[in-house]
């Protein structure tokens, strides 16, 4: 089975709301084997949202609507409904006795708009909502089925587990859906797919996804089998030979983002790290410090964007700054050991390099460990945000390796 999911309500078609039904219902889906193959947002236009019903009805065998059940004039989902399956509705009497009753318990009295509620598609199920007047909505035709749910988060994630979960069980054949994940640095998107494609393009199942940001790219695998041991079988028949092409270059195969996957590493030698920032200007720090218990590893670091910085704080000598200039090896070596150094850490990192100007992308990077200082150039490019991005990234993968 899968499944498409329609958001309604034009407060989430502004900067302001966000769509998070649709996230906690694909994570529900999934667990039952359930794909979700398309979601959207659909603002209160009862004509554009009946001709969304029903290319969702076309195309799945499971619609899900969430929003638009209120008793305002906006709330146009069950008209939408109606409309795009081709059916009448009612006024169901266990649900306007439903609305009358929550309205009595907060001691007031329903307006005649709040029959609107009550109203049900022929054929379909009264979904019971305990938290809200809005019930929702459970109508099943030729083997597909549409469902309605409250906008409300409080009021939808009750339903799920008591009502849409059972329901779905019941009709579908044993199914489960795994996933493997691989995150990779430093590796562009079309160098990673020319390894992978000619592994991964002889399966549908495990299908593989592939997700690029600056320096950072996600593998997503996921399998559908009717158990669990042969989506594990498939996973590690497609993963095991796509994590043997890409070697090292793989730093997390559970979601860890770099600057976990080092601050695990650090914890598990007992060792600390710091920094010495000039181009990044403290993103660095920011990244390691982002992770959730860092003051364990993290000694501290320097923002050192003058020369004079460099000098009194890390003691980058006047000469090297002089001769070489600030974005040099030297200079990068010197920062990177002047952290060490002053700061007592294991490991330091240093950043020095041009985000702007006629040199824009030349980058130096230090790393000072306990049995020496190396410094590496980089020549990078994009705007001035996509260098400093990648200098941390850069800087964050070399101690990766270094300490694995």
């Known amino acids: 089975m899968n499944a498409e999911i329609i958001a309604v309500g034009s407060e989430m078609l502004t900067p302001d709301k966000i769509d998070t039904n649709s996230l906690y219902l694909t994570q529900e889906l999934n667990t039952l084997g359930i794909e979700v193959v398309a979601k959207?947002?659909?603002?209160?236009?009862?004509?554009?949202?009946?001709?969304?019903?029903?290319?969702?009805?076309?195309?799945?065998?499971?619609?899900?609507?969430?929003?638009?059940?209120?008793?305002?004039?906006?709330?146009?989902?069950?008209?939408?409904?109606?409309?795009?399956?081709?059916?009448?509705?009612?006024?169901?009497?266990?649900?306007?006795?439903?609305?009358?009753?929550?309205?009595?318990?907060?001691?007031?009295?329903?307006?005649?708009?709040?029959?609107?509620?009550?109203?049900?598609?022929?054929?379909?199920?009264?979904?019971?909502?305990?938290?809200?007047?809005?019930?929702?909505?459970?109508?099943?035709?030729?083997?597909?089925?549409?469902?309605?749910?409250?906008?409300?988060?409080?009021?939808?994630?009750?339903?799920?587990?008591?009502?849409?979960?059972?329901?779905?069980?019941?009709?579908?054949?044993?199914?489960?859906?795994?996933?493997?994940?691989?995150?990779?640095?430093?590796?562009?998107?079309?160098?990673?797919?020319?390894?992978?494609?000619?592994?991964?393009?002889?399966?549908?199942?495990p299908a593989t996804t592939i997700l690029a940001a600056a320096g950072d790219i996600d593998i997503h695998l996921r399998a559908r089998c009717a158990t669990a041991e042969e989506a594990e079988t498939l996973l590690a028949e497609v993963g095991d030979a796509i994590a043997q092409v890409i070697g090292d270059k793989i730093y997390s195969t559970n979601g860890d983002a770099l600057e976990q996957v080092i601050g695990k590493l650090l914890i598990a030698r007992g060792q600390s790290v710091a920094v010495a920032e000039s181009i990044t200007g403290g993103m660095l720090g920011q990244l390691i410090t982002s992770v959730p218990g860092s003051s364990a590893y993290f000694r501290g670091g320097f923002l050192t964007y003058t020369n004079e910085m460099k000098e009194s704080l890390l003691g980058v000598p006047t000469e090297t700054l002089k001769s070489m200039s600030a974005v040099s090896e030297d200079a990068a070596k010197a920062m990177a050991a002047g952290a060490r150094e002053r700061s007592g850490a294991d490991y330091a990192l240093s950043t020095t390099g041009y985000a702007d100007a006629d040199q824009a992308g030349l980058v130096y990077v230090g790393l000072a460990t306990p049995s020496g200082v190396h410094s590496r150039k980089l020549q990078l490019t994009g705007d001035r945000h996509r260098v400093r991005s990648m200098t941390c990234v850069n800087a964050l993968d070399w101690l990766r390796r270094a300490l694995a």
Request: net charge neutral; glycine share 6%; charged share 25%.
């Open 40 to 205: 959207c947002i659909v603002g209160d236009d009862r004509v554009r949202l009946t001709d969304a019903i029903r290319a969702a009805w076309a195309h799945s065998e499971l619609v899900i609507l969430t929003g638009g059940l209120g008793p305002t004039e906006d709330d146009v989902t069950r008209d939408a409904a109606a409309a795009a399956l081709a059916v009448a509705m009612h006024e169901d009497a266990e649900a306007w006795q439903a609305v009358l009753d929550r309205f009595k318990k907060f001691g007031r009295t329903p307006t005649e708009n709040n029959r609107r509620q009550a109203f049900i598609l022929d054929g379909a199920d009264r979904l019971p909502n305990p938290n809200g007047t809005a019930p929702g909505q459970w109508f099943q035709r030729d083997g597909r089925v549409l469902v309605m749910l409250p906008g409300p988060p409080r009021e939808l994630k009750p339903m799920v587990p008591a009502e849409i979960v059972p329901r779905l069980t019941a009709l579908l054949p044993p199914l489960v859906i795994r996933t493997r994940w691989y995150r990779v640095s430093l590796i562009g998107e079309s160098d990673l797919d020319a390894l992978i494609a000619p592994i991964y393009t002889k399966y549908t199942n």
